[in-house]
């Protein structure tokens, strides 16, 4: 039986196929992120980004916004090896979890929290509330 790790590396490829012809619209959602970002996000936000897969999207939405912090949460190494890469360029810190979200916890993130923003593909999933 393949480990979880396995079967996330055998399906990376179908996945970036999926987001590179925009088969699921990540085009369209990011663009209206960006919109977001840059003119109703506070200064120095956090972004948590929930299920990051390998980030692509949100670095791009990202660029040139005042992003204070990144936190990308994934079961996929192999994803999270991408995002590293896909998030090089922004300036601010940036930090990527190998573990399930439900069980994520993470520092400096709470339900109070006025200035955080979530990952748009993630926003039903359940148990993600705990983690915020």
């Not at 996000?41 to 912090?69: H, M, W, Y």
């Not at 300036?91 to 923003?117: T, Y």
Request: with cysteine; aromatic share 6%; hydrophobic share 40%.
């Amino acid at each position: 039986m393949q480990t979880d790790q396995e079967l996330f590396a055998k399906g990376l490829a179908t996945y970036q196929k999926v987001v590179n012809e925009n088969y699921m619209a990540h085009k369209e959602v990011y663009d209206l992120l960006r919109q977001v970002l840059v003119t109703e996000a506070p200064d120095q936000f956090v972004f948590l980004d929930i299920a990051c897969g390998t980030a692509t999207g949100s670095a791009e939405a990202l660029k040139g916004t005042n992003v204070g912090r990144y936190v990308g949460v994934d079961i996929s190494r192999p994803s999270l090896d991408v995002a590293q890469g896909a998030l090089r360029n922004l300036h601010c810190p940036v930090e990527v979890r190998c573990q399930d979200f439900v069980e994520a916890s993470i520092p400096g993130m709470n339900r109070s929290m006025s200035h955080g923003l979530v990952s748009p593909f993630t926003i039903s999933v359940p148990g993600k509330s705990s983690i915020l």
